[in-house]
């Protein structure tokens, strides 16, 4: 019946992103967007980002263009600042919470100086940025009725050793997201794409939240706002293909033990699993909501 239910899902609330040209978002929104780029070692791709939504905010797409940077070493905040961004370092933002501890943490902070009651989270490292990967996840949040959260799916083309493969990339999302999504959240097996980093929600949605600190920010958030929202309130939208920096295999392990970690965690909370063994739980922000900002 869940199979059921994640299909009846995946099919209502599956858009395309040429459904939401720039022009009829600039028309028929009505509130305020902020889009924050969360950004570490991203200096070849992160000025050319900003100048396409920069493009968009000219076209009365969005108000606001924030990039939070891990004080890369590469110059990625300066770039982003004269591509006309305003950047802040993200140790700068709810200093009296401690170090930052990852990408989750960032984004968490970065709530307390965005500005719009939409709020979208782009990766800053996307090669060939082109307005659709805002324009497809904002779409849903300012036409579609009901919609609080928009998750983005795509091709991921992996090539190694000069053999491409179209559908090769995002192995965490396949092989760990997705099968452990299947076996204990079914009602979120039509998501594509869980660990995207673009989505789109509304504002006072993400302020209700925790934040896992780190790359367990995304399937952490999504299972959060199905449990706040329902998937009536969800939905996902193809972005045809995404272009990005590929981890080595040898990194991949981290990523799907913090990845599963942090659904353990959330299974613990809801007294589906009792115990856990093999080192602590990923640190976790507390709602936004809950914290007083100086």
Request: aromatic residues 6%; hydrophobic residues 45%.
């Amino acid at each position: 019946m869940s199979r059921t239910i994640a299909e009846r899902w995946a099919r209502a609330r599956s858009f395309h992103h040429s459904r939401y040209p720039a022009e009829r978002i600039a028309a028929e929104r009505a509130q305020r967007v902020s889009v924050c780029l969360p950004a570490r070692e991203c200096a070849q791709t992160v000025g050319s980002i900003v100048t396409e939504l920069l493009q968009l905010r000219q076209a009365g797409v969005i108000d606001e263009v924030v990039v939070v940077d891990a004080h890369s070493a590469d110059g990625t905040a300066a770039i982003a600042e004269r591509a006309g961004a305003v950047v802040w370092q993200e140790a700068e933002l709810l200093p009296s919470h401690g170090p930052v501890l990852g990408k989750g943490d960032a984004m968490w902070r970065a709530l307390s100086a965005l500005q719009g009651e939409l709020v979208c989270f782009l990766d800053a490292d996307t090669e060939d940025f082109s307005a659709r990967f805002l324009t497809g996840v904002l779409g849903p949040l300012v036409c579609e009725p009901g919609v609080s959260f928009v998750k983005a799916f795509y091709r991921r083309p992996l090539v190694q050793d000069g053999v491409a493969d179209a559908h090769g990339g995002g192995r965490v999302n396949h092989l760990t997201a997705r099968p452990a999504l299947a076996l204990f959240y079914p009602e979120l097996a039509g998501v594509r794409q869980p660990l995207a980093g673009e989505v789109a929600a509304r504002r006072e949605l993400l302020q209700g939240l925790p934040f896992a600190t780190g790359y367990g920010v995304e399937i952490a958030m999504l299972i959060d706002v199905w449990r706040e929202v329902g998937l009536e309130g969800m939905a996902q939208v193809d972005l045809e293909e995404h272009r990005n920096r590929h981890q080595p295999l040898s990194a991949l392990t981290p990523m799907a033990l913090t990845v599963l970690s942090t659904i353990a965690r959330r299974l613990v909370r809801e007294g589906r699993l009792h115990e856990l063994h093999g080192g602590p739980l990923p640190v976790e922000r507390p709602p936004l909501a809950s914290v007083t900002v100086a």
